[in-house]
């Protein structure tokens, strides 16, 4: 028992608590004086003038906007009566005596005196808890650095307005708090990790500078939760020029969106748009044309990776798809300056000349290039009029609009890797290889204000992918995801071109899993060539591997672990199958309630989740089954057997045949 402690503890809360009250007070003073002018305009409806009913409906919709404000804020106090701070640094700043005393929190509170009693995370005094050990340290503040001793760090884990636990830690982050935190069981909805955010993670979160961010880690290694984290950060840091609509998630499917949406609101921000690749990629489309599922795509690969459709979707992320798709585009040039240009009876502009024109270095659009061309032409060789000119050398191109001519480029791909878009479909493998392809043939309009894209899981998109969104979105990015997790391709050489691509940008390399307990860790990285990567020191159940003879073993042996689990003290558990041929036999057969994740969950409604890794990347569960391993497996390096076994975090379960 601290006594010193308990009673700053005791006054902060009785201070949170009066102006939570006072807040309470004014939210239901607005609501009476909502009723009321609303009661007033339909009662005296008859009477009122037009400038009456305006004036009353701009008040009502000043008092809504100030009663949503106010009962964020409440939210925020509410929550603060519980668990008001989570750390404290005692600071001397140089040349001074007292050492000044800072609690760090969710949220910052000052009360009405404006004594700041609690500072938010992400402001800059609470770099000194994350940052620095006892002894020197120094934070930055509107420009200046603060410099001076840290001579006393706490951490606290308080709840319900109780001191649970309190420890005084040299360390930036006390482990004890970390391993307790670690040990948790999981939901499934990702946590937020202010408490236990560790330095290098700090760094990553806390950087303004670098505009492209990309970040490479193991798995379980906190990529997604940073990446997150550091959006808040910004929002708090950049709260004059950026707000939460200016930021965009691009996340793999349905149920990863909902994975993470709660991270936002719970710092206290609005929560971040999210879209898939395809949705996103399909809004820049004029077109009507339909595209097909990049889900029903990426189970082919998986599942099929030699079959015909799996080779030809592969075609389409490599280098000599990219040169192909290049050279046509310049062919398409080629055509347009290929002959003399007749421009009247009299004049005809020669080839060479016309060539001079078609020079292209800012590497504008065909068409866009070939109306400014013709302007120039009009205007030296003194026409009337342009258009007659770009109308001939449009002609010269033979496709009226992008979609037919990026058609006829497929067809002059080798046989088999065609693909199978058509006018009125086109294949999801196609969508960013067509949307590049019109960037260079007739340009896209960017509709969307976006300041800052959050690309996750980045291994399982193409240098295409990347190429479209950087010239659709060029502002800044955070990028995230692992190589070794790919599900698709080899990815060796993904990561330099990825920096080669993305203007100023600084890659940051995570080799510590804190997901996983340490024997998930150690068993997880054989199946990848990454010697690098470390396990937190949190030791759980060693990995079972259980031999099955046929699929009514399997069964009886699958049904008994999901009875251990239930009686276990964790509460989520993921079946993660290898085929989606497993899933459907497992649903018939397992007769009991589970979660089946595909394309189209959006919410997961029971404990035990069954699905394929497709899914389950970048989700994690307390205990993972995997049904269905064949034994070889086990001894060669494999991708999907990697991302399966980090999904757990305290048991891994593996039924081998
Ligand atoms: N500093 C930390 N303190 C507490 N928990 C942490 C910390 N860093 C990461 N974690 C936890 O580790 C788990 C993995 O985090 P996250 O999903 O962000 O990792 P990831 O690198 O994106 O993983 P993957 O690539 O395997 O999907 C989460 O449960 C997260 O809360």
Redesign the pocket.
């Known amino acids: 028992m601290n006594v010193k402690e308990e009673q700053y503890l005791k006054r902060v809360i009785k201070r949170v608590n009066e102006k939570a009250d006072s807040l309470g007070e004014t939210i239901d003073s607005n609501e009476d004086q909502y009723k009321e002018l609303k009661r007033h305009t339909v009662d005296y409806k008859a009477e009122l003038d037009k400038y009456e009913v305006y004036n009353y409906q701009q008040t009502m919709s000043f008092i809504d906007r100030r009663s949503t404000l106010e009962t964020g804020i409440l939210q925020k106090l509410n929550y603060q009566k519980s668990s008001p701070y989570f750390a404290k640094v005692g600071f001397q700043y140089q040349q001074e005596q007292e050492v000044e005393p800072f609690y760090i929190g969710r949220y910052g509170f000052a009360d009405d005196r404006g004594e700041q009693l609690i500072y938010d995370w992400r402001a800059p005094i609470a770099s000194l808890y994350y940052e620095f050990n006892l002894g020197q340290g120094s934070y930055e503040s509107f420009g200046k650095i603060f410099q001076g001793n840290i001579l006393e760090k706490k951490q606290f884990e308080i709840q319900d307005g109780e001191i649970q636990l309190l420890v005084d830690t040299e360390d930036t982050v006390n482990d004890e708090f ?1 391993l307790q ?2 040990s948790q069981s ?1 939901s499934h909805e ?2 937020t ?1 202010i408490q ?3 330095k290098e ?1 700090n760094e990553v979160i806390r950087n303004t500078k670098t505009k492209n961010l990309i970040i490479q ?1 193991v ?8 990446a997150l984290h550091r959006m808040a950060f910004l929002l708090y840091q950049k709260r004059a020029s950026l707000t939460a609509e200016d930021i965009l998630i691009i996340s793999p499917n349905l149920i990863f969106s909902s994975y993470i949406s709660n991270i936002l609101p719970e710092l206290g921000e609005n929560d971040l748009q999210q879209l898939d690749i395809t949705t996103l990629g399909k809004s820049f489309m004029e077109e009507t044309v339909s595209v097909s599922s990049r889900q029903t795509e990426l189970t082919e690969i998986i599942e099929r990776p030699n079959s015909q459709r799996s080779k030809s979707y592969r075609y389409r992320d490599s280098s000599e798809f990219f040169e192909k798709l290049t050279a046509y585009l310049q062919q398409l040039t080629q055509q347009v300056v290929a002959e003399d240009l007749v421009l009247t009876q009299e004049k005809i502009l020669s080839k060479e000349n016309l060539g001079r024109f078609f020079e292209n270095p800012r590497q504008q659009p065909l068409v866009v290039l070939i109306e400014q061309v013709s302007r120039r032409i009009a205007e030296e060789e003194r026409l009337e009029d342009s258009k007659p000119v770009a109308a001939k050398l449009k002609k010269r191109i033979g496709f009226s609009n992008s979609l037919s001519a990026y058609l006829n480029f497929l067809s002059t791909l080798p046989q088999g890797c065609q693909g199978d878009s058509d006018k009125n479909l086109l294949a999801s493998s196609d969508l960013y290889p067509y949307l590049y392809f019109k960037l260079r043939f007739e340009g896209i309009k960017s509709k969307q204000q976006i300041k800052h894209l959050v690309i996750d899981e980045m291994q399982d998109y193409s240098m295409l992918h990347f190429r479209v969104l950087q010239a659709l979105f060029p502002g800044e990015k955070t990028i ?3 190589i070794n ?1 790919a599900l698709t391709k080899d990815q060796q050489p993904f990561l330099e071109e990825l920096s080669d691509l993305l203007p100023a940008n600084q890659l940051v390399t ?1 080799d510590k899993s ?2 996983s307990s340490y024997e998930i860790v150690e068993f997880a990285k054989q199946f990848v060539n990454n010697p690098e990567m470390t396990a937190v020191k949190r030791h759980g159940n060693p990995v079972e591997i259980i031999p099955v003879v046929d699929f009514p073993d399997k069964l009886i042996k699958l049904k008994q672990k999901l009875v251990e689990f239930q009686q276990s003290r964790f509460t989520t558990c993921g079946i993660i199958c290898q085929s989606l041929q497993e899933v459907k036999q497992l649903i018939t057969e397992l007769s009991m309630p589970l979660t089946i994740i595909n394309e189209n969950t959006s919410k997961v409604e029971e404990n035990i989740v069954l699905t394929t890794i497709q899914y389950a ?2 989700l ?1 569960f307390d205990t993972v089954i995997l049904p269905d391993i064949e034994l070889g497996q086990l001894k060669q390096t494999d991708n999907r057997l990697y ?1 399966s076994c ?1 999904r757990a ?1 305290h048991q891994l379960i593996i039924l081998t045949n």
Do not use: N, P, V
Request: glycine residues 16%; proline residues 0%.
């Open positions: 970390l935190e670690l999981s990702m946590k990790i236990t955010i560790q993670q880690g798995a379980g290694s906190g990529k997604t939760a940073i995230c995801g692992d997790q995570f804190y997901r990347k970048g994690e991302t980090t975090l």
